[in-house]
């Protein structure tokens, strides 16, 4: 196999809990996880000449060694001895530090990438263990589906299927730095912790009501205060008739929940010719079922 495509999918955050901080500078979490039908895409190609090339089709995007795609690449060219060279052109459609995991699914789909073009044979654990290494979101984005995320995001359990809504994204014209949240975040002061264990049952029993308001994220304790437009995104969501919203990982992304699909469109229509937000999308959850080739 010389050439390969790939899709890269985003992911958003159901329930988002910070235990506390850990010695190591880490923080231990307890997220369910679910992959959105929003992607990047990928392709890679095999060169005669060794070494990695990754071009991109946002000019600001750095393109060497800082980039997490060119890092999964030579994670596994060097642990393997590749000698061929392996292209990469990568592009981005999941916004840029939006709390989607874009950088993250980018790096998986590359490891799932190489893996499969240069006939490495590692089993999708085997990946995962090494997706660590590059960040801590790789692994669950190699898994991709509904997981509840514990550890720093790391240790995965597979989830049934969550019910099917939904989902309308708007990024805020801001950009909001993870250390920034994390390093305000005061763990041990929160009042008020999402109910995970709850609303892994309400997945596993079938209800998108009971998921949806059991929707929580701690993270939104440091990043409303200092970022309004969040909470009036989420203000605005509900008002056009989202079940929930809320904010995605560490921000700024903001994601509304909706069973009926005008109601959503009508969300998307109206964020996509307003202010509030830089970037809208109008997507639904993505199952591993949907589509086996859609990442391997």
Known sequence: MNELKLKAMAKINLGLDVLRKREDGYHDLRMVMQSIYLYDQIEMAKT????????TNLSYL???????????????????????GVRIHLKKYIPVAAGLAGGSSDAAAVLVGMNRMFQLGLSQEELMERGVKIGADVPYCILRGTALAEG??????RLPDAPDLHV???????????????????ADQLERHPDIDAQVQAIRGGDPYEMASLMG????????PAY????????????CGAV??????????????????????????????????????????FHNRQSTQALL
């Open 48 to 55: 005669r000449e060794p070494g990695i090339t990754v071009t």
């Open 62 to 84: 750095p393109t060497g060694e800082d980039n997490l795609v060119y890092k999964a690449a030579k994670l596994l060219a060097d642990e393997f001895h590749i000698r061929q």
């Open 152 to 157: 720093i995001g790391e240790v995965l359990t």
């Open 168 to 186: 309308v994204l708007a990024k805020p014209p801001i950009h909001v730095s993870t250390a920034f949240v994390y390093g305000n975040l005061k």
């Open 217 to 224: 994220n701690v993270l939104e304790t440091v990043t409303i």
């Open 228 to 239: 309004p437009v969040i909470e009036e995104i989420k203000e605005c969501m509900k008002r």
């Open 244 to 285: 929930n919203a809320m904010m995605s990982g560490s921000g700024p992304t903001v994601f509304g929940l909706f069973d009926d699909e005008k109601k959503a469109q009508a969300a998307y229509d109206e964020l996509n010719g307003g202010s509030l937000a830089k970037n809208v999308f109008l997507t639904k959850f």
